[in-house]
């Protein structure tokens, strides 16, 4: 398995891995607006998406990060914002090397680390950050606020 960043040449199946993606957290099925959605962030350099990619060219992953900025470090941070494998190629240490290719990025961009939110509920993602090096915060809170 092959992790490397996305282009727009990867598009077509990138949309349908985010696509899955997003029906994973409950949403309804669009493929038209992920293919936009994932065109722009590319075309304007808005995220950085890595790709897990097999040998015969089939995308099994991808991890989205979008840049943010830590005022009180004085340096970048990245959100962590979207993590996925398709079922039939989970449990292959696909998500671990995605992470480690986020964490690459981290030490190239010289920022001072990620940061992600997930569901109490997401069981295997709760699982997985800590083994990866992430801590979960106990000392801060954590609000939303949303239009929908």
């Not at 992920?34 to 097999?54: D, G, W, Y």
């Not at 997401?122 to 915060?137: A, S, W």
Request: hydrophobic share 40%.
């Amino acid at each position: 398995m092959q992790i490397r960043e996305a282009n727009i040449q990867d598009i077509e199946q990138l949309a349908e891995l985010f696509d899955a993606y997003r029906k994973f957290y409950g949403k309804t099925s669009d493929i038209k607006q992920a293919t936009i959605f994932l065109t722009e962030r590319i075309q304007h350099k808005e995220s950085v998406i890595f790709v897990a990619e097999n040998e015969h060219k089939i995308l099994a992953g991808f991890v989205q990060l979008y840049p943010i900025f830590s005022s009180t470090r004085l340096k970048r941070l990245w959100l962590l914002n979207d993590l996925f494998v398709l079922e039939n190629y989970r449990n292959q240490g696909i998500s671990i090397a995605l992470i480690e290719q986020c964490k690459k990025l981290c030490l190239e961009s010289n920022s001072c680390g990620m940061y992600l939110e997930t569901a109490k509920t997401n069981i295997v993602g709760n699982n997985l950050y800590p083994k990866t090096g992430f801590q979960l915060d106990q000392e801060n809170n954590f609000y939303t606020w949303f239009l929908e």
